[in-house]
């Protein structure tokens, strides 16, 4: 029988990371599971389960190792809002013992695949690589007082040209992060759709659309100022005239690990402190 392995990935600048870190450890080591601390930008390689102990950020930074493998994810959180993680730092061991004996349920979360498209100088198009996004994919100016040219087309077509501080796409999970702050709607995390969001747009029309999953996102970027691109909220390039950005669902969903009924409605309601009667008569 394999003996149990687990990888955690701990906030760099949170000192109750390491703290809960060090004691997960050693109770942990006592029940003959063992224990590895990621460290840089690749997982160990034979971990069962992935532990993220931050706020949002390290979450999807965790997600992100774990999706070429498909590796469940365990959110321990200590940040504010906390959307993605599960469990709070004093239940982190019984949360894990509670995974190896099968006591949980995955929430598996759609993600984006993004291939970015740069035109060389003699008009030839280099392939930088594709990348994961669990929440979104950004193009975004570089310099403030500058706005961005974008051009957007859907499924092949030609759809918008924004002139705008960026444009964003969102999966479900990513429409309560940066879209939400440039006045997107929030989805459900169940549905299969993504948000094209437009920030700061210097133009009449200046609504989120809602798109189908199956849609296929094209941005690229049209005369001006150059952009950068964010995947969940990592700068992985800078953008010229001409390069383009390629976003559609992907084949991979991340993989959350839960124990209690999550009700989407309720944790919108305990996030922004909403209050139930609000609108409701009495």
Do not use: W
């Not at 969102?170 to 995390?189: D, H, V």
């Not at 402190?273 to 609108?279: R, V, Y």
């Amino acid at each position: 029988m394999s003996v149990p392995i687990v990888s955690f990935l701990l906030h760099p600048k949170r000192p109750e990371a390491a703290r809960c870190f060090q004691e997960s450890q050693l109770s942990l080591e006592k029940m003959g599971i063992k224990v590895h601390e990621i460290l840089g930008t690749k997982l160990n390689g034979n971990e069962d389960l992935v532990v993220s102990l931050g706020g949002d950020g390290t979450m999807l930074r965790a997600v992100d190792l774990s999706l070429e493998r498909e590796l469940p994810v365990l959110g321990v959180n200590l940040g504010n809002l906390g959307y993605l993680t599960e469990v709070d730092p004093n239940e982190t061991v019984q949360a894990i013992t509670k995974f190896y004996a099968g006591d949980y349920y995955i929430d598996s979360r759609m993600t984006l695949s993004c291939r970015i498209v740069l035109k060389g100088e003699h008009g030839q198009s280099t392939d930088s690589g594709v990348y994961f996004a669990l929440n979104e994919v950004v193009v975004e100016r570089q310099k403030s007082g500058h706005v961005v040219r974008v051009d957007v087309g859907i499924n092949g077509d030609s759809f918008i040209r924004y002139d705008a501080d960026g444009v964003i796409v969102a999966t479900p999970t990513g429409s309560t992060a940066y879209s939400l702050s440039a006045r997107g709607p929030i989805l459900s995390p169940s549905l299969d759709a993504m948000v094209l969001t437009p920030i700061t747009p210097h133009m009449l029309f200046d609504r989120a659309i809602v798109l189908d999953g199956a849609s296929k996102v094209e941005l690229c970027l049209s005369i001006g100022p150059e952009a950068s691109v964010m995947v969940d909220g990592r700068v992985v390039a800078s953008l010229q005239s001409g390069d383009c950005v390629l976003c559609e669902r992907s084949t991979i969903y991340a993989r959350l690990v839960r124990y209690h009924p999550r009700h989407f409605h309720s944790i919108l309601k305990n996030k922004f402190g909403l209050s139930s009667k609000n609108g409701l008569r009495e």
